[in-house]
């Protein structure tokens, strides 16, 4: 059985676990100190900042996560996106729920952080409408 919900702080062990392998296979090193910080801490880093942060379980196990967080008054941030690749529609669905997130909350655009989109195929994100704008992946919502 699979899930998406909320993440909480117990969950965070897992989710950078998963981090790790995300970006090792994508021959990367995780850096808590610096482009990975905002993992340490998910209820400030993206709960504190208007923001989500959700988990995909199956089976009781993690097996992808996304997080968003306020950029500005109407653009929000995907700043993380993965699910193992057995996960069949897991990726999609997660960020589907983020960008209906986003409409709820009234932001207007969503960017694609570079760290997101490195790990997510680009036919999911321009099937969502993303399109590249100065070198940066930019979806109207």
């Not at 899930?3 to 970006?23: F, G, M, S, V, W």
């Not at 008054?73 to 999609?92: C, H, N, S, V, Y």
Request: some cysteine; proline content about 2%.
């Amino acid at each position: 059985m699979s899930q998406i919900r909320i993440a909480n702080k117990q969950d965070e062990p897992h989710i950078r676990a998963l981090a790790k392998d995300a970006l090792a296979s994508i021959s990367k090193e995780m850096d808590l100190d610096g482009s990975d910080a905002d993992l340490k801490n998910l209820e400030w880093n993206y709960f504190g900042r208007d923001g989500i942060f959700l988990v995909l379980e199956i089976d009781g196990k993690i097996a992808g996560y996304a997080g968003a967080a306020k950029q500005s008054e109407e653009t929000i941030e995907i700043k993380r996106l993965f699910a193992k690749p057995d996960t069949g529609q897991g990726m999609e669905n997660l960020l589907e729920m983020l960008l209906d997130f986003a409409r709820k909350m009234d932001y207007r655009l969503v960017e694609c952080a570079q760290a997101a989109a490195e790990l997510t195929p680009s036919n999911l994100l321009f099937s969502k409408k993303f399109q590249e704008q100065d070198g940066r992946l930019i979806s109207r919502i």
